[in-house]
């Protein structure tokens, strides 16, 4: 046991949760000209398919969407953000100027990183146009990064004018971080809606068997909000008497998004999953 809370110590500021979803920003470079896509729509198209059916976008669309994913990948901050307005606003709070400061730090944390990014379906809007994408992210572990891994799936709709994003809104988001030579292998059930001061339950089930180990962890529920991106938030971790997390967790009064986290550790690993929960109205 000592030797696992000697771990715990030596690591615990590297693993507070801070924002890592920050990354989940950098789906969408779509820089075209949106009048000329409009004006000339692709030909012969099958009458079965909707015109603004992902197999339907414009070229410019689909190889814009590459060139922000081979960007972002590279960990290219500036050619990332010259896809965004001078006047981008995010469903989170963040503006241009905090994405980048938040976007900085967070690749000089996680230096190698693979951005895939799949077009769900777009819809001209006037002289804008509304995407819906779905991204995942994932980071390999490395020997020299204490076998660090990150796997994130996120889908998000953003709205586009003159060739710039003006505005992002994140749909939905899960983010996995593992370290160790065996991390805990987690399944977590969370609803991804709730109403206004509903309870609900929260869990962060182990699957393997546990033998001589201990378990420490943590449950972290906080609303999203621009400072989380750049100030992280501590965690506490706990000892375990069972297999898990197991926890009832009540809505806030007010609308919005939060993020749920679980944190688990054990003496040669850890595991962290963070997901977005809505909460709506009655």
Known sequence: MSKLIALLLKRQSRFSPSRWLI???????????????????????????PSNSPSNAPAQLKNLLTQIDAAASRGDVKAVMQFYSPNFVHGDGLNRQTMEQALTG??????????????????PQGNQIVATTVTKITGLPAANNENLALSTTITSRQRIAGGKIIRQDILSERTQITSGAKPPQVDIKLPQQVKVGQKYNFDAIVQEPLGDDYLLGAALEEPIQATKYLNPTPVNLELLTTGGLFK?????????????????????????????MQVVNK
């Open 23 to 49: 990354l989940l920003m950098l789906a969408f470079g779509l820089t075209t000209s949106w009048k000329s896509a409009q004006a000339n729509p692709p030909r012969n198209s099958p009458s079965n398919v």
């Open 106 to 123: 967070f690749w000089k944390r996680y230096p190698k990183l693979q951005y895939t990014t799949q077009l769900q379906s777009w819809q």
């Open 248 to 276: 009832v967790g009540n809505a806030p009064a007010k609308p919005g998004s939060q993020w749920v986290s679980a944190v688990i550790m054990r003496g040669d690993g850890m595991t962290m999953i963070t997901q977005r």
